[in-house]
């Protein structure tokens, strides 16, 4: 039998994660600027050294500019692949797994 907790806890959770999702979505996101960066000035924003940028340029893992021998950078790409980097949290595995299940039902 189902416990009535488990399944309160599971929807407090769902609520709580959606309440996020619209506070979210009601705050004004800051403008970057669309000036772009350096290499120097991206590996400072990304608190990464320069030959690590390289790096992961050389692998196509991070998105780039070139002209010439030189690239650059914009804060929108930047920020594009760290939030690519997000883990999700327990809850919000969860309420995934919870929904996904009551759909094929």
């Known amino acids: 039998m189902n416990n009535p907790f488990d399944q309160l ?3 407090l959770t769902s609520i709580e994660n959606l309440l996020m999702q619209v506070i979210a ?3 004004p996101k800051k403008e ?3 000036t772009p960066l350096t290499i120097q000035e ?3 924003f990304l608190k990464l050294s320069v030959p690590t940028l390289y790096a992961k ?4 893992e991070l998105p780039h500019l070139k002209r010439g021998k030189r690239l650059y950078f914009t804060y929108k790409d930047l920020m594009i692949y ?3 980097g997000r883990k999700k949290t327990v809850s919000e595995i969860a309420v ?5 299940l009551t759909n094929l039902k």
Request: charged residues 40%; hydrophobic residues 30%.
């Open 32 to 34: 970057l600027p669309e």
């Open 42 to 44: 991206a590996a400072a």
């Open 82 to 84: 760290l939030e690519q």
């Open 25 to 27: 979505k009601e705050q």
């Open 96 to 100: 995934e797994t919870d929904n996904f």
């Open 9 to 11: 806890e599971t929807r």
């Open 57 to 60: 340029v050389g692998r196509g």
